[in-house]
């Protein structure tokens, strides 16, 4: 099957009881045994869940991956992947990476015995230079978030070798642009409260990977910690994700004419979209002022953080999601309070388009 046809029908078996064509959601926390030792593979809902099976079979599915495991949110994810380490661990993580990345790594893992380095992972003589005897992982995003930023997955593994775990966070491109496990990724992670559902109606986190030790250690740490998606979040997911080739296709295009648009009007000065997906990020000419009077004029666009949706969103990096950050590392990594991130969403390029052109108007 190919990817749209995928999207649509992995792990949507015909109902056996009624004939559904839409499998039913399993709500029930526990099952009951035919007798002492016999059961249908199912005993209790942490455990695992015939709702949550089909979505872990479609990530896996659409990511080319032998194994997918579903979780409660992008960040119960990223840290069942860090559960895997041993405490003296070493692990190497982008410096623009996902601010929830980094104050779990940063905050809560020192105490567990795992130390960070955060890294400009775009220079591969950096990652090299960053490698210690204990070096066990290396997280990364691509593109980075919010300037775009794009990374060659195949080369870093190449260079990092086969003792250190590489970790893509592939929640900006999706399975739809960027398949990381086929690049040499060991283990690829994504917030599918963004794309993959769609819809900024569900939190909710997936993983995926093609080795059989690693996917069994952590089936036991997705079932020891319990950081599991109710059966309803997997169900929205799922349905979600059968729109995904074709909202994807539509962020993107929306995407490339507004960056289009920004890079032609005297009010940006420079445009950031790497030519997929549904983010572009810009910077006003001016400074804090332009900004907060672009962002409070647009009317189409919500000012909100988060991403992904059907719907356009406006947000300041500086304010908001980087907000956390000391200026010094804001400065290294270019979040300026000019800079403004959109999540371009699949409404009509010239409404949107005309929002950001009476906003910009507006600000100057
Ligand atoms: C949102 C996000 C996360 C965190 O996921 P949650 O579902 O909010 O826990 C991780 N990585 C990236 C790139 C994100 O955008």
């Known amino acids: 099957m190919r990817f749209k046809t ?10 056996p009881a009624y004939g559904a064509t839409i499998p039913p959601i399993y709500l029930s926390s526990t099952y009951t045994h035919e007798n002492l030792g016999k059961h249908k593979g199912y005993e209790y809902c942490r455990s695992g869940n015939p709702t949550r099976a089909s979505l872990e079979g479609l990530i896996a599915g659409l990511e080319q991956a032998d194994y997918g ?32 990345t980094y104050r779990l790594v940063s905050q809560l893992l020192p105490s567990q015995g795992i130390e960070c ?14 490698i210690k005897n204990n070096t066990k992982l290396i997280l990364i995003e691509t593109p980075t978030n919010p300037l775009l930023k794009i990374m060659d997955i195949k080369a870093i593994k190449k260079a990092v070798g086969s003792k250190i775990l590489l970790v893509v966070d592939n929640t900006f ?15 690829v992670f994504h917030s599918s409260t963004k794309y993959l559902s769609g819809h900024s109606d569900v939190v909710g986190g997936l993983v995926v990977v093609n080795d059989k030790e690693i996917y069994e250690k952590l089936k036991f740490i997705q079932n020891t910690t319990g950081a599991v998606p ?16 074709l909202r994807m296709e539509a962020h ?20 950031y979209y790497p030519g997929y997906s549904g983010i572009v990020s810009f910077r006003i000419k001016g400074g804090l002022a332009q900004s907060k009077k672009f962002l409070e004029s647009l009317k189409l666009f919500s000012l909100a953080e988060s991403l992904g949706g ?25 979040i300026t309070e000019n800079l403004i991130r959109l999540s371009v969403g699949i409404e009509d390029i010239k409404d949107l388009i005309s929002d950001i052109k009476q906003a910009l108007s507006r600000a100057s």
């Open 6 to 15: 995928k999207a649509v029908h992995l792990g949507q078996e015909k109902d």
């Open 310 to 334: 059907v719907e356009s969103l406006a947000s300041l990096p500086a304010k908001m999601t980087h907000a956390t950050f000391s200026q010094e590392q804001r400065n290294t990594l270019g």
């Open 252 to 271: 993107s295009s929306n995407a490339q004419m507004i960056a289009d648009y920004l890079k032609q009007n005297p009010k940006s000065e420079i445009v």
């Open 117 to 130: 380095s955060l890294v400009d992972t775009t220079d591969i003589t950096a990652i090299m230079g960053a």
């Open 173 to 187: 491109a999706t399975p739809y642009y960027q398949t990381p496990l086929k690049d040499g990724a060991d283990i």
């Open 69 to 100: 495991l579903a979780f409660a949110s992008g960040m119960a994810a990223a840290q069942s992947i860090f559960s895997l380490l041993d405490d003296k661990s070493h692990v190497i993580l982008s410096q623009d990476v996902y601010g929830g």
């Open 230 to 245: 109710s059966p309803f979040d997997c169900y929205l997911t799922i349905r979600g994700i059968k729109t995904l080739p």
